[in-house]
C-alpha cells in the first residue's frame, strides 16, 4: 500500500510564504515523476507544478516565478517552496505522481488571506 503524507500548509497573508514537504511510501521514488496538485474550493484539481527524474520541471503559469518544486530521492520527499502567496493560491495541496496515478493522500490546507 502507498502512503502519501502531506504537511506544511497553514493560514498566511497576501505576499507570504509556505513550505510544504510531501513523504512518499513507494519503491523507486527515485524514477517517479512528482507533482504538486491543487484543489480550490468549488473548482477540480490541477497540476500546480512538476519535477521529472531527469530533472526538468514544469509550473502553471500563475504560479511560474513563485513557486519552486524539488526532490529529495534520499528522503522520499517533494518539497513545494511557494512565495508571493495570493489569494487565489487558496487550496488543499496534494502530491502525486505526474500523471497521478497513486491514491491521493489527505493532501495540506493552505489559505491566503489577510
Known amino acids: 500500500q502507498v502512503d502519501i503524507v502531506e504537511s506544511g500548509g497553514g493560514l498566511v497573508q497576501p505576499g507570504g510564504s509556505l513550505r510544504l514537504s510531501c513523504v512518499v511510501n513507494?519503491?523507486?521514488?527515485?524514477?517517479?515523476?512528482m507533482g504538486w496538485y491543487r484543489q480550490a474550493p468549488g473548482q477540480q484539481r490541477e497540476l500546480v507544478a512538476a519535477?521529472?527524474?531527469?530533472?526538468?520541471?514544469k509550473y502553471l503559469e500563475s504560479v511560474r516565478g513563485r513557486f519552486t518544486i524539488s526532490k529529495d530521492n534520499a528522503k522520499n520527499t517533494v518539497y513545494l517552496e511557494m512565495n508571493a502567496l495570493k489569494p487565489e493560491d487558496t487550496g488543499i495541496y496534494y502530491c502525486?505522481?505526474?500523471?497521478?496515478?497513486?491514491?491521493w493522500g489527505q493532501g495540506t490546507q493552505v489559505t491566503v488571506s489577510s
Open positions: 502525486n505522481r505526474d500523471p497521478p496515478l497513486l491514491p
Open positions: 513507494e519503491y523507486g521514488f527515485s524514477t517517479l515523476h
Open positions: 519535477i521529472l527524474t531527469y530533472g526538468a520541471k
